[in-house]
């Protein structure tokens, strides 16, 4: 949403001027086009000027193997939002049985810190199916399509339409964000589908908000998204410091149907981490991706689409559908 280099104190040019202005056409570090100067007399900004690179000194831990403990998990996540991962996971980190028939998700821990998690089985591809339904399905009331949320300006390019949903509409996804990952409900940002055509991207941003923003539910401080269908590459999430486990590339998420990809665009206080700058990568030509997103804030998060979304009215769709896949029994004290 953000791009935090602007309003910064720290980039190296001031970049202000440029967003609040005029279109920014943004130039590669690397290609430098003929010196040519804007009205202020500035070069154009590069993606450098505008992400600037981390500092040296920057802790930056890959992980070290495949297969980590649930405490080794929580270690890492001990700084950011408190997921109670004890109470719907076991030491190996495979969800406690529940009585639902699906497959247990299974928790990989893909990059220490900043904390990188992959929750695998997180939706049942029935799931993921419904909700590419119930975006293509064109009912205004249960979610409404936004086009490309890039605006003249933006330094990030969004090219994917998305859909915002209604949270009653999705009540599967959100009782597995609060029975499994005990998110509170009212912290939730309302949820969106993304459709990715071939060639589609997101490009660099921080899914931080920008400080205009916090007064609604204060910082993102969890990103959640499920990718409802697998690509066999192309498409990936990829996060530019970040180094995959053999260490020898930049960390980069594969969309595989039904896994949860979670992230931390800042620490449990609300203070940003700068290391988490992503992207969505263009999609290869034959393929769309689709994914179902959420935000989590670190206080009651008043939605704004579609028209009258209210959390609340999520309350019965989400306790039927935990009673359903037997989530009750276990957890003690639901934030429901
Ligand atoms: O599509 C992806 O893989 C990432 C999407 C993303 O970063 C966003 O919507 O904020
Ligand atoms: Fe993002």
């Known amino acids: 949403l953000a791009a935090k280099g602007f309003g910064k104190t720290t980039t190296k040019k001031d970049t202000t001027k440029h967003e609040r202005s005029r279109p920014l056409r943004i130039v590669d570090s ?31 831990k890959p992980a070290t193997k495949t297969h980590y403990t649930l405490s080794e998990i929580q270690a890492c996540l001990k700084d950011y939002i ?12 495979t ?19 900043p904390p990188v998690l992959r929750i695998d089985h997180f939706l049942s591809p029935d799931e993921c199916h419904e909700l590419q339904h119930l975006a293509t399905s064109n009912n205004q009331e249960d979610c409404i399509q936004v086009e490309s949320q890039t605006f003249p300006g933006a330094v990030s390019q969004r090219t994917s339409t998305s859909w915002f949903t209604q949270y009653a509409a999705v009540p599967q996804f959100l009782a597995k964000a609060v029975y499994r990952l005990h998110i509170p409900l009212e912290h939730m940002e309302e949820p969106q589908i993304v459709r990715y ?24 401080l969890m990103t959640i998204l499920v990718y409802l269908n697998t690509l066999p590459k192309s498409g990936g999430t990829l996060f530019r410091d970040l180094r995959n486990s053999q260490q020898d590339e930049p960390l980069c998420v594969q969309p595989q149907q039904g ?38 804030h670190q206080r009651e998060y008043q939605a704004a689409l ?28 639901s934030t429901l």
Request: glycine content about 8%; cysteine-free.
């Open 82 to 93: 408190d997921l109670q991962l004890h109470r719907s996971f076991d030491e190996q980190g």
């Open 197 to 220: 055509r071939p060639q589609q991207l997101f490009s660099w941003h921080y899914d931080e908000v920008t400080p205009q923003a916090l007064h609604n539910g204060g910082q993102r």
């Open 30 to 60: 690397k290609n430098t086009i003929n010196n040519e100067l804007d009205k202020w007399g500035l070069p154009p900004p590069t993606v450098d000027d505008i992400f600037p690179p981390l500092p040296p000194e920057t802790e930056l």
């Open 95 to 113: 969800e406690i049985a529940s009585s639902n028939q699906q497959q247990p998700m299974q928790l990989h821990l893909l990059h220490e810190s």
């Open 306 to 333: 579609p028209p009258g979304n209210l959390q609340t009215s999520a309350v019965g769709p989400i306790q039927q559908v935990a009673r359903q896949y037997g989530y009750e029994n276990g957890v003690e004290g």
């Open 259 to 296: 896994s949860a990809l979670l992230f931390f665009p800042a620490f449990a206080d609300g203070r940003p981490d700068d290391r988490t700058l992503h992207q969505g990568q263009a999609v290869g030509a034959g393929y769309e991706k689709w994914i179902v997103q959420m935000w989590i």
